[in-house]
C-alpha cells in the first residue's frame, strides 16, 4: 500500500523546486496534496500537472493561515518548504556590516515567521486526531556561518531550534505529532540562478560552488523529497525533533586523505 494513502498534506513554497518535489512524492504515495504558494500561476500549474489541489498562502500573513484553517481545520503532513535566500531579485549586500534591516527583516519574514506560522497552523490542524508529521526545510547553512548570507544562515538556523521546540510541545500534550527538520546543502533548483548565472561562466560557477563537497555535485529536489516520505509515515514514528541532512558528506569533513 502507498506510504500515504489518504493522507492530507500541506506543502508550502510548492510551485516548484523543492515544494514541488515534495508534493509529486507525496501524491506519487496515494496523498491529497494541497500545493501553496505566491506564484499562482505557477502554483496552479504544477497542482493541476501533479493531480494536487492549489491555493494562495503567504506564509507571511497570518490572516492567510487563518483562510487555510478556515478551510482545511484538519491535515496529515505540514510540510514548511517556502523560503527566500534574500537574492532573488538580485546580488546585493548580506553580509553583517552592510546588510540593510529591511533586507534582514524581508527573509525572516518568509523564513522564520513563515515557519512558526506553518507550525502554528498545523499543531491545531492535527489537535483532533493527536497525530501527524510536521517537516521543516532548515539548510546546511543553518549549522555553519555565512557571511554573505547572514540573514539566510540565522533564519535556517532558526528553524532547525524551534522544530525542537514544537516536538517537545506537541509530546508534552500526550500527541503523537512529531516535528522534524530537514537540511539540504546545495541542492539544484531556481534558488540558485542569480549566483549560477546564464553565460558560458555557469558550468564553472558550478563547479566553485561544490568544490568544497565530497561528492561534488548538487543535490536533486527528488532527494529530499524521498526523505520527506520518509518522515511522514510509522517508519519513523519514534523520530521527532530530529535534523537530518542532505549536504553530500560536506559536513562529514574534508574528503581528502591526510598526506
Known amino acids: 500500500m502507498p506510504e500515504l494513502q489518504g493522507a492530507f498534506c500541506v506543502v508550502t513554497g510548492a510551485a516548484r523546486g523543492i515544494g514541488r518535489a515534495i508534493a509529486a512524492a507525496f501524491i506519487a504515495e ?4 494541497l500545493l501553496t504558494d505566491i506564484a499562482d500561476a505557477e502554483g496552479r500549474a504544477s497542482a493541476a500537472a ?3 489541489e492549489y491555493l494562495h498562502l503567504d ?3 497570518e490572516a492567510d493561515w487563518d483562510a487555510l484553517f478556515a478551510l482545511h481545520p484538519r491535515a496529515d503532513v505540514v510540510v514548511n518548504n517556502a ?5 532573488e531579485d538580485g546580488m546585493a549586500p548580506h553580509d553583517p556590516e552592510h546588510a540593510s534591516l529591511a533586507d534582514w527583516r524581508r527573509v ?5 515567521d513563515g515557519t512558526f506560522l506553518g507550525c502554528r497552523y498545523a499543531l491545531r490542524a492535527m489537535r483532533e486526531a493527536r497525530r501527524g508529521s510536521i517537516i521543516n526545510i532548515s539548510s546546511r547553512s543553518g549549522l555553519v556561518g555565512i557571511p554573505g548570507a547572514a540573514a539566510y544562515a540565522a533564519s535556517k538556523a532558526a528553524i532547525r531550534n524551534h522544530t525542537k521546540s514544537v516536538a517537545l510541545y506537541a509530546a508534552q500534550q500526550g500527541w503523537q505529532v512529531r516535528c522534524n527538520s530537514v537540511r539540504p546543502a546545495a541542492v539544484l533548483t531556481q534558488m540558485w540562478e542569480p549566483m549560477l548565472g546564464d553565460g558560458p561562466e555557469r558550468e564553472a560557477n558550478m563547479a566553485a560552488l561544490v568544490a568544497d563537497t565530497p561528492l561534488k555535485r548538487f543535490g536533486t529536489p527528488e532527494e529530499v523529497a524521498a526523505l520527506c516520505v520518509y518522515l511522514t509515515g510509522p517508519r519513523s514514528g519514534y523520530m521527532t525533533g530530529a535534523e537530518l541532512t542532505l549536504d553530500g558528506g560536506l559536513l562529514a569533513g574534508s ?3 591526510p598526506g
Open 50 to 52: 501533479l493531480g494536487g
Open 59 to 61: 506564509v507571511r500573513s
Open 108 to 112: 525572516h519574514a518568509v523564513n522564520t
Open 255 to 257: 574528503a581528502a586523505s
Open 30 to 33: 496515494g496523498a491529497r496534496v
Open 83 to 87: 523560503g527566500i535566500t534574500g537574492f
